[in-house]
């Protein structure tokens, strides 16, 4: 299993930003595929994840990303609305087999490399 992270920029606060999760060796419709981010000095954090039964969010972002997919490319992508200047990170997405959007990121096994988000005030 493999991911290809993408999409990372700087931007302005106010702006957006897709992000996209290129995923081979694993079926994207029927497993889970989730997005976390790192910012400097902080542990990596749970941002959204989807699954064939549904998405979820943490609540920092709830209401500005949308998390999707794309089953005939294997690409799952994180639409960011709105973005603040504490959006700042480096975003990864992780992979795991089963149908639970499990938070924490020792529940994922497979992980590809981050791309950098820059928010400037």
Do not use: H
């Not at 979820?56 to 690409?75: C, L, M, P």
């Not at 639970?100 to 490399?113: I, L, M, V």
């Amino acid at each position: 299993v493999q991911l290809q992270a993408s999409g990372g920029g700087l931007v302005q606060a106010g702006g957006s930003l897709r992000l996209s999760c290129a995923v081979s060796g694993l079926t994207i419709s029927s497993n889970v595929v989730g997005w976390f981010r790192q910012a400097p000095g902080k542990e990596r954090e749970f941002v959204s994840a989807i699954s064939r039964s549904g998405d979820g969010y943490a609540d920092s972002v709830k209401g500005r990303f949308t998390i999707s997919r794309d089953n005939a490319k294997g690409t799952v992508y994180l639409q960011m609305n709105s973005l603040k200047p504490e959006d700042t990170a480096v975003y990864y997405c992780a992979a795991r087999y089963g149908s639970a959007r499990a938070p924490t990121e020792n529940s994922y096994d497979y992980w590809g490399q981050g791309t950098q988000v820059t928010v400037s005030s």
